[in-house]
């Protein structure tokens, strides 16, 4: 099992950027995939972005892909998330979550471990 912390959520503007990040503590991080998901109000949680257990892949959805970069640092054990050129639209609860098999998926099957979540708020 392993247990993950987001942090670096916030109040932005738009244009402005944010780095989330996703501690985890538990059995060895570097065995799980690990993706951004985020849900907003009155919206179902979505994909984000996921990367492989190296890192070596990344995926990301349409909504993100040019400003969101996913990465891990293994030894630390945290996932982050850096966020550029925010939108409006980004606002959301974002969740980092953890994916055992270790292959990268954009949906959220197989995504069995799941943190409590970070605001992150874009005013216009």
């Known amino acids: 099992q392993v247990q993950l912390v987001e942090s670096g959520g916030g109040l932005v503007q738009a244009g402005d950027s944010l780095r989330l990040s996703c501690a985890a503590s538990?059995?060895?991080?570097?065995?799980?995939?690990m993706g951004w998901f985020r849900q907003a109000p009155g919206k179902e949680r979505e994909f984000v972005a996921a990367t492989s257990v190296s890192g070596a892949r990344t995926v990301y959805a349409d909504s993100v892909k040019g400003r969101f970069t996913i990465s891990r640092d293994n030894a630390k054990n945290t996932v982050y998330l850096q966020m550029n050129s925010l939108k409006p639209d980004d606002t959301a609860v974002y969740f980092c979550a953890a994916r055992p098999s270790g292959s990268v998926s954009y949906g959220e099957v197989g995504y069995d471990y799941w943190g409590q979540g970070t605001q992150v708020t874009v005013s216009s």
């Open positions: 538990g059995r060895a991080f570097s065995w799980y995939a």
